[in-house]
């Protein structure tokens, strides 16, 4: 089987953090991006969920940017605290 060099960049402490991760089962980096592309090739599909924080959506961070602007521009609202009773 001929070989090909796939090269990518990854933040060092993750690179750091995966090698350690990879290490103590026993494989390299390049073994577990092989099991990885294996399985994609055979499934068709990520084989791990694959999800995105509402929290970073766009409408929130639209909503976020402008709470900020307002904050800055001194244009604060007053809102009423709930206070929920714990059971």
């Not at 090698?19 to 577990?32: D, F, I, N, V």
């Not at 994609?40 to 909503?63: G, H, L, Y």
Request: hydrophobic letters at 40%.
């Amino acid at each position: 089987m001929a070989q090909s060099m796939i090269n990518f960049r990854m933040d060092k402490d993750l690179k750091k953090d995966m090698e350690q991760a990879c290490k103590e089962m026993g494989m390299s980096m390049t073994t577990a991006f092989t099991i990885f592309a294996t399985k994609v090739s055979r499934e068709k599909r990520i084989p791990f969920e694959v999800a995105v924080d509402p929290f970073f959506s766009e409408t929130n961070m639209k909503r976020l940017r402008k709470a900020i602007s307002d904050a800055e521009a001194g244009r604060l609202t007053e809102h009423e605290l709930i206070e929920v009773e714990d059971d």
